[in-house]
């Protein structure tokens, strides 16, 4: 079987083809991959603080109960829950009240869209266990019921409360570097 030769240069013109149109602008397809490219990083950094964030919580769970006999969540759950919160916050990002304000001091940023996260991932909470208790097939009434029931636990309160305080330090974080920089906040935490 002879391989044919491709002649020096065509991958180079197949690319230019698909990134820039007829007049040297970029076309379609390559503002999409763009776009794309740009919604993957975004979603790998905050993805990598909130897994960090739940297993940090799992442990600090693991340890409080070490020699009690109660059941904590995995390491699993906590790696499934941390990539879920993040595509929940990259969600709630998109309503329009999240770009209000922009121009506002660091701190009123930040308590402008602390609760809407805290109420956006609380009502993810609440439906994800609603619809399991639905499907599984309990009443309106009584998958209502069930979903709510981890709400009246201290222990949910706790996990809660370090969620909060580990979301603050993200939305602080973040709109620091939104201030700031990418570049210059990479000089602040590491130098170069």
Known sequence: MSRRRVPFGTFDRLDRALHRGSRGAPTLVHQRLTHIKDEVRRLAGVAAFFVA????????????AWNANVETATFATAL?????IAKVLML???LPVMSAGADWPLAYRVAQKAPIYIVAVLAFRYVERF???LVSGASLSA??????RPF???????????LVVLLLVFLTTQELGR????????LIFFGR
């Open 53 to 64: 964030a739940t297993c940090l919580v799992v442990f600090t769970d693991k340890l409080v």
């Open 80 to 84: 499934v829950a941390g990539l879920v």
């Open 92 to 94: 709630v990002d998109l």
């Open 131 to 133: 619809v399991h208790h």
């Open 143 to 148: 998958a209502s019921a069930l979903a709510l």
């Open 152 to 162: 009246e636990q201290p222990a949910f309160w706790a996990t809660v409360i370090w």
């Open 179 to 186: 201030i700031l920089g990418k570049d210059r906040m990479r």
